[in-house]
């Protein structure tokens, strides 16, 4: 099955997995990374609570969207999420310098907001903060409301977006501005992939696949490597896949990304085995045949690898 590049094409959500969604979006606790203490929020309520923030001071929230593995998780309960992911499509200044000052302006509301929330501090609960603005097509910015427990809450504020999605598997994208807007109307979802069911179909039965791979940068060869690891299997024929893995992995020496920012970004500190086993099939996908041709350039990597897994092991 191939996805194709059409217009999004929106469908209701059926019962079961309005029942999916209705699961995330319920109380979510949030830590302070000073003293750990935990804070309850609705999840719904939070978002309606940022988003009025926003509009009262004169920035466009256009749609609210779940993505991600929560949103893979709408259309089946197969797929095992940690992060919430929630995108809002920002409405669009004139400018170079006054996308930034907006962004700096959505930073600034975010955390006031959520210090207004939590009677404290608000930077405390924020696990990162990050800003991509290029001429590459992406102008968005990223605040991740820390979990301890490795559940953040991401929230991407994006007014253009290169590419959304790596895989079909996280290409699914639910509206849920009814909730967060207090509007009536059934709540939606569509794919980037091109292909509604096909995407369904591949999350259900845990399949990897993807369109225009040329695209894809640095992380998404280590995101290939972590499907792998939880037993996803490959859409494509070999000839396909060997074409994929080639495109994949010149991303990735493009726009090089760091084992250990992925491995601190996508595994809890304890999970000290499925770090290992990571590694180890990140070694194994390098030494495939159809790589070699990049052998000299991922070898830094391989010892990088390497030398992780001797430190987790030890």
Excluded at 38 to 52: D, E, G, P
Excluded at 75 to 95: C, E, T, Y
């Amino acid at each position: 099955m191939e996805g194709n590049i059409a217009a999004p094409h929106w469908e209701d959500l059926t019962e079961n997995e309005m029942t999916r969604l209705a699961k995330i979006l319920k109380p979510v606790e949030i830590h302070s990374r000073r003293t750990q203490n935990a804070i309850t929020m609705h999840l719904t309520l939070l978002m309606q609570t940022l988003v009025n923030k926003l509009r009262d001071n004169g920035i466009d929230i256009n749609g609210v969207y779940l993505i991600g593995g929560a949103a893979s998780y709408v259309v089946s309960s197969v797929h095992i999420f940690n992060d919430i992911d929630l995108m809002m499509s920002v409405g669009a200044p004139n400018g170079y310098e006054e996308e930034k000052k907006l962004f700096n302006s959505i930073r600034d509301l975010v955390v006031k907001c959520i210090g207004q929330m939590t009677a404290s501090a608000g930077s405390q609960y924020f696990h990162k903060t990050h800003l991509t603005h290029n001429n590459n097509g992406d102008s968005w910015s990223l605040l991740s409301l820390y979990n301890m427990y490795g559940k953040n809450i991401e929230l991407k504020f994006v007014l253009r977006l290169a590419r959304d999605f790596v895989f079909s598997t996280d290409s699914i994208k639910v509206d849920i501005s009814p909730q967060v807007f207090g509007l009536s109307g059934e709540n939606r979802m569509t794919s980037s992939f091109g292909n509604l069911e096909v995407a369904k179909y591949h999350i259900q039965n845990r399949m990897i696949d993807t369109i225009n791979p040329q695209q894809i940068k640095g992380g998404g060869f280590l995101k290939f490597v972590h499907l792998k690891c939880k037993k996803y299997k490959v859409a494509k024929k070999e000839k396909d896949l060997e074409q994929l893995l080639v495109a994949m992995t010149e991303g990735f020496l493009r726009e090089p990304y760091q084992l250990e920012k992925y491995l601190a970004n996508h595994f809890r500190q304890q999970d000290v085995n499925y770090k290992i086993g990571f590694l180890r099939k990140f070694w194994d996908i390098c030494n495939k045949p159809c790589l070699q041709i990049f052998s000299e350039d991922l070898e830094r990597f391989k010892n990088t690898a390497l030398e992780i897994c001797r430190r987790l092991e030890q």
